[in-house]
């Protein structure tokens, strides 16, 4: 036995060494975990002085096995991704999860909501549509419903929010442009579905300002979530009118950015960073698709597993102990730059 005493499963996981997802399906039911993995844990249980909290896994067990997952668009390939993955982790422990697309729009988010409430789910994790959401709708659900928030924070509303930080994304690509080439424009919608934007344009104008350079903002009509449409019509607006006085764009995310690809090749102009090109473009998300444009476009990715892993856990956590946390909590990621041949 150890000496020192085990006070959550958090810690039970780190020493022994098993996930705490598997660990929660080893205790909701011992045969759903593979032999070996049983073996291991139970010997961890000898071995360590630790017992779980059986009350607390019993209340859990009269729920339901059910995960709600809602996102804004799930075509948008950052939300298909990322529910992939939360998906596969809640599978994993044992738990049906169950995917919903607002599309955009407040009513279905309440909608959404409702039938979730109805199917009393053991947790939810939802990505909400940020300044659109009917705020007093989602607190109530949070306070009725274990939820983590995960992309789009609404302040002060609920108990978690994990996501990225946008200003760093933008901070960092703004730096790696500027050291590499031309100062960057910012190449925006001006009315975004998603409430990110706001925070990309303000960190693009603290990191121009760090820089030394004067920003320009460009800012692209249309709204909805039709981001390569607008990015393709409207870059070739711009660029026709030479409303871009640099050979650096920084598009708010890459949806946008592959509009303006296309844009360029409209107008036959040669984007890249080899000699002869016209344009540099880059993008900010870390699209799926992003590699495989031409040229393949240079950003920041998001850390797709360490969002999905960290709300996950964090909903798990809140099930095992009564639906809740000791004390709001928000984790921001920060990106990682993808230089490619675009920029």
Not at 11 to 27: N, Q
Not at 90 to 108: K, N, T, V
Not at 139 to 149: G, K, N, Q, S
Request: glycine fraction near 8%.
């Amino acid at each position: 036995m150890g000496s020192a005493k085990i006070r959550n499963m958090e810690e039970f996981a780190e020493l022994s060494g098993v996930s705490r997802p598997t660990l929660s399906k080893y205790f909701n039911d011992p045969a759903s975990v593979r032999a070996t993995t049983r073996s291991r844990i139970e010997a961890a249980l000898e071995r360590f002085d630790y017992r779980p909290n059986m009350y607390a896994i019993n209340q859990n067990r009269r729920l339901t096995k059910n995960i709600g997952i809602v996102v804004p668009y799930l075509a948008d390939p950052f939300f298909a991704e990322i529910a992939r993955t939360i998906e596969t982790r809640c599978i994993d422990a044992g738990f049906s999860p169950y995917l919903f697309s607002s599309h955009g729009r407040q009513d279905l988010e309440n909608g959404i909501l409702d039938t979730l409430r109805s199917m009393k789910p053991a947790g939810v994790l939802l990505a909400p549509l940020g300044r659109s959401s009917d705020r007093k709708v989602v607190e109530r659900f949070c306070r009725d419903v274990p939820t983590v928030l995960f992309d789009s924070n609404i302040e002060g509303v609920g108990d978690v929010f994990v996501g990225s930080d946008n200003p760093q994304f933008t901070s960092l690509m703004v730096e790696y442009l500027c050291r590499t080439g031309e100062p960057p424009a910012f190449f925006e919608m001006k009315t975004p579905p998603n409430p990110n934007a706001r925070k990309r344009r303000s960190g693009y104008l603290a990191a121009m300002e760090k820089q030394g350079h004067a920003p320009t903002i460009l800012e692209a009509e249309g709204e909805g979530w039709a981001l390569e449409e607008i990015g393709r019509r409207e870059g070739i607006r711009l660029l026709e009118t030479r409303r871009f006085k640099t050979g650096s764009i920084l598009c708010s995310n890459d949806r946008l950015a592959i509009g303006l690809l296309s844009a360029c090749y409209h107008l036959n102009l040669r984007v890249g960073i080899t000699e002869g090109c016209d344009l540099r473009v880059a993008g900010l998300d870390g699209h799926p698709f992003s590699s495989f444009t031409s040229p393949p476009l240079t950003t920041v990715s998001h850390d797709y597993e360490a969002i999905s892993e960290r709300s996950v856990e964090t909903l798990f956590h809140m099930i095992e102990n009564g639906g809740s946390v000791s004390k709001r909590t928000e984790k921001l990621f920060e990106g990682k730059l993808l230089m490619r041949a675009s920029a």
